[in-house]
């Protein structure tokens, strides 16, 4: 019997990555899953159906999470296909760096936008659903204690999130509801490949990781899943870093 059998799981931004992997985990332990996605149809359609070759229940909803509307419906989806909800992960993410003087009103409002105000309203939408014992996991980042320069915005967005997986905690603790951070080290996923793949960057990352490799999607999801699942009961307005050490 898998770790999140009976579980309703709803994951953004889940048709890469990070995502792709939380959402091919959790159905693997027995979880249905929402694999949301922004643009990339058929990314998440090959998730979905990797899940289902599997075994394992899986549908795709399209939809932006910082915007209001697409959020209830994200979340009323999955209701409906599965009729409960018991795990949000707030995984959808966009990383752009820029020193300071390039920082643009839209390079900050895009980044908290999705970064910020999406699990805000992806956490509202799913509130009324979730029950006793739910988890919901906000996806941050080892930035926040890194801090390299040209990460303002980027660091400040996933400090927020910290900050608000603390304060969600004591709000939903009375529903017996949980609300985690787990901030990822560099992981090698569709986002990154660009900057991680042989470039000199990615030879310091792995160069100053005690365990000298790069990440992996499948290191953060069996966290994600620890954080989903009971094994985590007594855990909740946490920060858990994964990061090989980094
Ligand atoms: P990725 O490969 O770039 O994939 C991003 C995912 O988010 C895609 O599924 C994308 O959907 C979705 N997305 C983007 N904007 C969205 C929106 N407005 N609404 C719904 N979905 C949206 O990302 P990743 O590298 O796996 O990172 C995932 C999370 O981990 C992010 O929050 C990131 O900040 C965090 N993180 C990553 C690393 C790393 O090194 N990779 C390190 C620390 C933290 P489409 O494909 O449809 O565009």
Not at 23 to 48: C, Q
Request: aromatic share 4%.
């Amino acid at each position: 019997m898998g770790r999140l059998e009976n579980k309703v799981a709803v994951v953004t931004g889940a048709s890469k990555g990070i995502g792709a992997a939380i959402a091919a985990l959790f159905a693997a332990e027995g979880a249905s899953v929402v694999v949301n996605y922004a643009s990339s149809k058929s990314d998440a359609d090959k998730v979905v159906a990797g899940i289902l070759t599997c075994g394992g229940k899986a549908i795709a909803v399209k939809g932006d999470v910082s915007n209001a509307e697409h959020a209830i419906a994200i979340i009323d989806a999955a209701v409906a296909e599965f009729g409960r909800l018991d795990i949000l992960v707030n995984n959808a993410g966009i990383y752009e760096f820029a020193p300071l003087l390039d920082i643009t009103q839209e390079h900050f409002h895009k980044s908290f936008n999705i970064n910020v105000l999406g699990p805000l309203l992806m956490t509202q939408a799913a509130a009324k659903h979730l029950g006793e014992g739910s988890s919901v996991i906000n996806i941050g980042s080892n930035i926040t204690h890194m801090k390299p320069p040209g990460s303002a915005v980027y660091a400040a967005s996933k400090s927020a999130i910290e900050t608000i997986g603390s304060v969600l905690a004591k709000e939903l603790g009375g529903q017996k509801i949980r609300v985690n951070t787990l901030n990822p080290g560099p992981t090698r996923t569709e986002g990154t490949s660009q900057i991680m793949t042989n470039s000199e960057m990615s030879q310091h990352i792995i160069n100053d990781t005690p365990l000298g490799r790069m990440g992996l999607p499948g290191d953060i999801a069996s966290v994600a899943l620890f954080l989903a699942s009971d094994d985590s009961a007594w855990i909740t307005g946490d920060v858990l870093l994964v990061s090989g050490g980094l």
